[in-house]
């Protein structure tokens, strides 16, 4: 179907107690408003089925959710509150992987930037309020769609060309950051603690990540909403395969 809209596979929400897969509206419904086709993956270790179901997408979407086991950064889990999820991670490593080689569009959100960070080398805090002295509100109570602390945008990246912004007030959810980052990811946005909570891939054609929930704030939130639109249009660019080495957008 020549004309179809651009696929986002995004990773589905992994409930540990009921043994079961779950989604949060805002994620589907955020990539319907920007004009793409969301359809949820499943989780398999069947390389074969992997495979089909990956090709079939024009752009993933990392969402959040637990955190990414320690081992995973070489180091051993150091609080109660640490919850991991093997399936998680183990099918996002397949799926980043092979989104980066093929170089296929990726929205990372939450978890989604954390796990990106350190599937390409880096580390995280592994609990903020216990190995930071911010007093940032970095995981904030409902209603989720309000800002509540506000992030400092890098002049030339891709997030200050979108935005057009210098400072920008985001909701948060998180009580895990950016503690090293990859050396192949750039910073685009800083909490005014100092945390990063923006990040792309240079040289890639669309692989950026927020540390925020536009999928939470999309519908009131011009900002949120235009995050969705770039990560589609992307998405509908390299389904139609006429972008190379990120030149479409920007000068970046
Ligand atoms: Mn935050």
């Given at each position: 179907m020549k004309n179809r809209q651009p696929v986002i596979g995004v990773v589905p929400l992994w409930d540990e107690y009921r043994n079961s897969i779950w989604m949060i509206p805002g994620y589907m419904d955020g990539i319907i408003k920007a004009g793409g086709l969301p359809v949820i993956l499943p989780f398999t270790d069947d390389e074969n089925v992997f495979n089909q179901a990956a090709a079939l997408c024009d752009g993933f979407l990392l969402t959040g959710g637990q955190d990414v086991a320690p081992e995973l950064y070489g180091e051993a889990k150091r609080y109660d509150n640490i919850i991991t999820c093997k399936t998680r991670d183990r099918f996002e490593t397949l799926l980043l992987d092979r989104a980066i080689r093929l170089d296929v569009p990726v929205l990372g959100i939450c978890r989604g930037l954390q796990f990106m960070n350190v599937s390409l080398g880096g580390t995280l805090y592994q609990d903020i309020p216990a190995e930071t002295d911010s007093t940032l509100m970095h995981r904030q109570n409902p209603?989720?769609?309000?800002?509540?602390h506000e992030v400092i945008i890098e002049q030339d990246t891709p997030l200050a060309y979108l935005l057009n912004k210098e400072r920008l007030a985001v909701n948060s959810c998180h009580h895990q950051g950016i503690k090293n980052l990859s050396s192949v990811l750039k910073c685009m946005a800083r909490a005014t603690?100092?945390?990063?909570?923006a990040v792309y891939m240079p040289n890639k054609k669309f692989i950026w990540a927020v540390q925020w929930h536009p999928e939470l704030s999309y519908k009131t939130d011009d900002s949120s909403s235009k995050i969705f639109d770039i990560f589609v249009t992307y998405a509908n660019l390299s389904k139609l395969n006429i972008i190379s080495g990120g030149k479409a957008y920007g000068s970046v």
């Open positions: 209603p989720y769609e309000n800002p509540v603690d100092g945390l990063i909570e």
